[in-house]
C-alpha cells in the first residue's frame, strides 16, 4: 500500500473531531433531516435525473450544506428522501462541493481494497468493506454537462458508497455476516437510546 492510500485509510479510520456545542447542535439538526436505517426509501432504486433546472441546482446546495453541517463527506438524494439519481461529496474539509448526476461506473480497477466506512444513514454503525481501488465514472454535472472521472482512494470510495445508496445498497448489504449482525445489534441498541 502506498504511503498516499496508508494516509487515507487512517483518515477512513480516525475518530470524528471533537465538535463544540454549536457544531454539535447543527450536527444533531443536520441529522435529523437524513433517513435512517429502516425507511423504505433507503432500499430503493432511485430514478434518472432528466431536468437539469434550478430546483435540481438548489436540491445540490442544501444537500452540500446538510452533509457539511452532518459532518460527512458524501450524501446521496435518497437519504434525504428523493428518488433521483444524484449525490454529493467533498472529500477535504476545505475542497469544492462536488455534485454527481445520473453516474454510472465504466470500469473499475481488478485490485480490491479494504476499508472501514460508516454512514450518517447508519448511527454508530462502521464495518469493513471491500471495494476496487479505482474506477472510471461517467455522470452529469448540476448543469446536464457530462462529466467524466477516473479516481482512486478516498474519492473511488465515497462515489461508490454514494452510488450504492442510488441503488438500494447499504454497507450492511457488503460486509460479513459477523460484522452484518454487530452492526444491527449496534443499530437496535441506538435506536432504543442505549
Partial sequence: MTEERQTEAEELRREPPE???????????????????????????????DGFDEGLRNEI????????????????????????????YRISEDGPLQALVNPVIKWSSAEKETFEEGCLSLPQV?????????????????????VELEVDGLEARVIQHELDHLDGVLIIDRTTRAQRREA????REHAAGL
Fill in 184 to 187: 444491527m445489534r449496534n443499530l
Fill in 19 to 49: 465538535l463544540d456545542p454549536e457544531m454539535l447542535a447543527r450536527r444533531d439538526a443536520a441529522l435529523r433531516h437524513v433517513r435512517k436505517f429502516g425507511d423504505p426509501v433507503l432500499k430503493s432504486r432511485a430514478a434518472k435525473v
Fill in 126 to 146: 462502521v464495518v469493513e468493506v471491500e471495494r476496487p481501488a479505482q474506477i472510471r465514472v461517467t455522470a452529469q454535472d448540476r448543469f446536464g454537462e457530462p
Fill in 61 to 88: 446546495d442544501r444537500m452540500g450544506l446538510l452533509m457539511q453541517d452532518a459532518v460527512g463527506v458524501g450524501l446521496a438524494a435518497n437519504q434525504v428522501g428523493l428518488l433521483r439519481r444524484f449525490f454529493v
